[in-house]
DNA sequence: ATTAGCACTCTACGCAAGTGAGTGCTAACA
DNA sequence: TGTTAGCACTCACTTGCGTAGAGTGCTAAT
């Protein structure tokens, strides 16, 4: 069966009036609020038509008829029209993340807050993945007898820390020593790289009042490199699933909170998907617990380069078009100020 | 009215079964489930009494009697017994306890979690206000021509870091010099008295060329020391919830949910608390919104001196005996946990 | 002082009837 | 041949009613 101009009018109908309110949709309210000039009994043979080529359920027969994923699917990719956002809408998005630029992961958390704002549904921020990060810098520091700070500097200006306690004795020259050598061994390799490349076994036979100390701070330096590792996860509008009619429903919200509170198990699907605005509809989402979400994730880079993501979880029942608008801007954004940001103040989170 | 000793039995008996059924309790369940020897008539008139007094309430005419805040009151105060956990359960508390002990903050985040794992409650945790810590060492590091790296370590080992960008040329002397005399300046000062101290004033009229460079640094290090005096809240087994009868409607879950939502506002709440185990029942919790629930917190110590919290949050209608014991427990093993870590390895979060 | 007995109250549950939105089919129409 | 009006049918949802059951409060007996 064809897809005619006619059908994809209809459909089309049935998704915006469907996104708005929720209720299945009947043949007289399309014939009615949208002027196709044909009767409710043509809609309705076209809307037969429509739900065997899978585009439209039912929920029962006396019931009116509801968009499929597939239905979401072909609207997102071919009906939906991108919202151009009106200049006031812009400069609060602007203005708000440009607010509390100086600390990166607030602006992070701030971006995810007012997503959520704006589209009403529970949206979400990662901080970049570090794994294209290059080291740049690695100091070891005394701070009294027994203790010293490790410190690794990455490209991107991310800092990390670790103090630790020294059983063997140290001379401050050994240390700047040290550093000396680890920096010029990891300078410009990834986070990555860098683990899987652990120089202790060089040291060993080095100079010998060095081996102890390298002994000592090696498994640290390699803790501290995991946990450069390690994205964010920022949650906000967690709440808001309780005015959507698809969670009105004790059983729905507790496993769409169930799901998200999981935040390793999520924040490791969100890492999973591709860069730039990808939407997933309904059972695209291989998990079977989002078979009845839709997930709408952007990327924004950061020095041109670290990729972050930011995005919203809800119902397949929601304004796709508005939302991408709304999530392009604010990625552009977030990426624009992470470059000029850039080499700039960067407070380790 | 005086509160016999039959009377605060039969108190006892109506707490302990509402806690376990979450229904009303009748006369005729007591009699036959607690053994008090007096009938089910008998009961029924010590339960007016004590309703009278404001221990127990009435759903209505036809159900039975529900414990007031009154009673849980009178409950933690004066009947409850504190629950000897079991060797064993102690041992599950502290082996779960130590097996990330290396990550300070990991280790909180997963006390709340086992918390909340134990009492199928809410629960979170807060990091240390570190008003207290004082600052140990400031050093400025350089890391190429136009960037620079402030680090403060304090004394309870937490570092501090921001990348800075320098706009006036700097030698390394200069920066040696300047962060001695920071130093110098605020060791031994707590942080809270350090960010009303702005020595910037001091070296205005010295050295000229450290002068800029102070200019530079000085918002930077006050903006850090803002920054570490931030505490982080951790919140585990939100959709343990779902599961409690009180709950059981989504306008509560709703409420709940929302009142937990707003991170800041808890946790200057969960701040204004006192030491110690505190409980606090229904409107005993200044707040409306809070006037169904029950908070139980306890503090944990690092080094002996900085305060943490941790604690969890349901109905009123909660096991205060068991959760308070294990809340005991569990504070008592981190801030041993945090004792023997004094001036050993604490990760930078 | 305690208890058995009993009338009374109120919620919860199930069932039946009614309502209304919406469909699918058929036959008439342009 | 595509479109439309008409109509019977379906099914969820609401409302009202009757009943069962749990529990109280009172009274009178022990």
Do not use: W
């Amino acid at each position: 069966m064809e897809l005619t101009e006619r059908k994809l009018k209809i459909l089309q109908a049935i998704i915006s009036d469907y996104v708005r309110t929720a209720e299945p949709v009947g043949s007289r309210t399309i014939s009615k609020k949208y002027d196709l000039g044909i009767s409710p009994a043509t809609i309705r043979n076209e809307m037969a038509d429509l739900e065997e080529m899978g585009y439209l359920t039912h929920p029962h027969t006396s019931a009116g008829r509801v968009p499929s994923d597939m239905a979401y699917r072909l609207y997102v990719n071919a009906l939906m029209e991108k919202k151009e956002l009106s200049r006031e809408e812009k400069s609060i998005i602007s203005q708000r993340l440009q607010s509390n630029v100086h600390e990166f992961e607030k602006t992070i958390e701030h971006a995810a807050s007012l997503l959520s704002e704006i589209t009403n549904l529970t949206s979400f921020a990662l901080t970049p993945t570090k794994e294209e990060d290059a080291l740049r810098f690695i100091n070891l520091l005394p701070v009294d007898e027994k203790t010293i700070v490790l410190m690794i500097v990455s490209e991107s200006g991310k800092i990390s820390n670790t103090a630790l306690t020294i059983n063997a004795p140290y001379s401050e020259e050994n240390l700047q020593l040290l550093a000396k050598a680890m920096t010029y061994n990891y300078k410009g390799k990834t986070i990555s790289e860098a683990l899987t490349n652990n120089i202790i076994e060089s040291f060993e036979s080095d100079i010998a009042a060095m081996s102890g100390l390298a002994h000592d701070i090696m498994p640290n330096f390699m803790r501290t490199l995991e946990d450069m590792l390690n994205v964010n996860l920022y949650m906000e509008g967690l709440s808001n699933i309780f005015d959507i009619p698809e969670y009105n429903d004790l059983q729905k919200a507790k496993s769409f909170i169930e799901m998200l509170s999981q935040k390793d198990i999520f924040t490791r699907k969100l890492l999973e998907r591709d860069d730039g605005i990808i939407v997933t509809i309904g059972a695209e989402n291989a998990d079977d617990i989002m078979n009845d979400c839709a997930l709408i994730t952007a990327s924004y880079h950061v020095d041109g380069k670290l990729v972050g993501k930011i995005g919203v979880i809800g119902p397949t029942r929601m304004k796709y078009g508005e939302i991408t608008s709304v999530i392009e801007y604010m990625t552009d954004n977030l990426s624009d100020t992470f470059k000029l940001e850039s080499g700039g103040n960067d407070k380790d989170e």
